[in-house]
């Protein structure tokens, strides 16, 4: 008898976890399908316009899309879309999940360079210019948000029923909401070119660029020089121009590889980089902070090191994938491989990579901090915190793609080199 109401007691229990556990997945798919990104599709558009009015000056408040705030869009995007597609394609990215091996314009740096010279003429030879388009930027933001959800609309609407796996997600039970945050497609194209170059590089990475270039002569033109101002654009603008001339290696990595074209990077590039990467300039335009030139110095002398450690980083990487032999830091490079794979993968573990597994992130956090932390206030820090919210988030995201894409070898390599960024922190 005591053994039967054991065994009872024990079926009952196995029962209630049972059930926890359905309603915990319940709870999580609810989560993931409908609050979460339902929520960053409602409250981030909200949250950021409240923000760049919140430190506009009283000239700068307009807030209703206009004739002005559409040919900025159209002007952007018509200027990234013919980089791309009157150029030949002279560089293919990896093969991805779908099988599909992505085509892309190799002229980035080339691209970059031409668009600021640009963008820096009409700046000079018109001096309204900056003027009208600091006064109008929160339009110009608004403006991009509408066509970025229209566009990534119509991307949802012309893959949901052809996208490779869709019978995977229709098994895992994943909803319209999810699938239109997340994307169905790695590599859509429009027109002929590829979406994510255009919306992430070719819009969003030179928009950056354009942007802080028409805050500094705006910033000019109203207060003179500024220290805080020009050690910020100067910042920036070298960390956009190593982006652009870095701009195939970064085909190759898992944000292009294995993240879709869906609202959270096209929106995100059409819409958020625009508006938030460019904060610490628009909150110096309309707000100047006056520094000491040696303060301004230093700063600037912190961020263009740590720009050349990043870049040490991902040239180490290269230099290793082109030569498995290649000489780093005076030694041939130490590595980890995976023979059972066709070819055999292999993960470098000397340099950079040998000291943690994301010591990028913590540099481009320091270089953040010097163009954030220039203006000495507080408001300006904000894309410090959201930076750092974000890189040690995506580190996670990393990690569990790389157990995907590695497998076993990924493992090994934790193993030997045991910390996420920091050494004996994290």
Not at 87 to 99: A, H, R, S, V, Y
Not at 261 to 287: E, K, Q, R
Not at 304 to 322: G, P, T
Request: net charge positive; glycine share 8%; proline share 4%.
């Amino acid at each position: 008898m005591e053994n039967m109401e054991k065994m009872e007691k024990m079926e009952k229990m196995e029962k209630m976890e049972k059930m926890e556990n359905m309603e915990n997945m319940e709870n999580v798919s609810i989560i993931k399908n409908y609050i979460a990104p339902l929520l960053l599709m409602i409250i981030l558009p909200i949250l950021l316009i409240l923000l760049l009015k919140k430190y506009a000056t009283a000239s700068s408040k307009n807030i209703y899309p206009n004739t002005f705030s559409l040919g900025v869009l159209i002007v952007l995007l018509l200027w990234g879309y013919s980089s791309i597609k009157f150029f030949p394609k002279n560089f293919e990215g990896p093969t991805n999940l779908d099988g599909m091996t992505p085509k892309y314009q190799g002229n980035g740096f080339v691209f970059w360079a031409i668009t600021t010279v640009i963008t820096g003429i009409i700046c000079f030879f018109i001096p309204t210019f900056p003027m009208k388009f600091t006064e109008n930027f929160i339009s110009i933001i608004i403006t991009f948000a509408i066509f970025g959800f229209i566009f990534v609309f119509y991307l949802y609407i012309k893959d949901r029923n052809i996208y490779w796996d869709k019978d995977e997600d229709d098994k895992k039970g994943y909803s319209d909401v999810f699938r239109f945050y997340r994307g169905l497609s790695f590599h859509p194209t429009v027109g002929g070119v590829d979406v994510k170059q255009l919306t992430n590089c070719r819009f969003g990475m030179i928009g950056w660029q354009i942007i802080i270039t028409i805050f500094a002569f705006f910033s000019y033109y109203n207060y003179g020089f500024n220290t805080a101002m020009a050690v910020s654009f100067i910042l920036q603008s070298l960390y956009i121009a190593k982006f652009f001339f870095w701009e195939t290696g970064y085909f190759n990595t898992l944000d292009i590889t294995l993240d879709r074209a869906g609202y959270y990077i096209c929106w995100g590039c059409i819409v958020f980089v625009p508006a938030f990467y460019t904060f610490a300039s628009y909150y110096l335009a309309n707000n100047p902070s006056k520094i000491p030139l040696g303060v301004g110095a230093i700063f600037l002398a912190l961020g263009i090191a740590f720009i050349w450690l990043n870049y040490d980083v991902d040239a180490q990487k290269e230099a290793f994938k082109k030569d498995n032999g290649a000489m780093i830091w005076g030694k041939k490079a130490e590595y980890i491989s995976d023979t059972s794979e066709a070819g055999g993968r292999k993960l470098l573990t000397s340099g950079w990579w040998g000291v943690s597994r994301h010591i990028n992130y913590v540099f481009e956090i320091g270089l953040s901090a010097c163009w954030c932390g220039v203006a000495l206030k507080l408001p300006p820090l904000a894309y410090l915190a959201y930076i750092i919210i974000l890189l040690v988030h995506r580190t996670f995201r990393d990690e569990e793609k790389c157990v995907k894409k590695y497998g076993e070898l990924w493992k090994q390599y934790s193993q030997k080199v045991r910390y996420y960024m920091i050494p004996k922190i994290f």
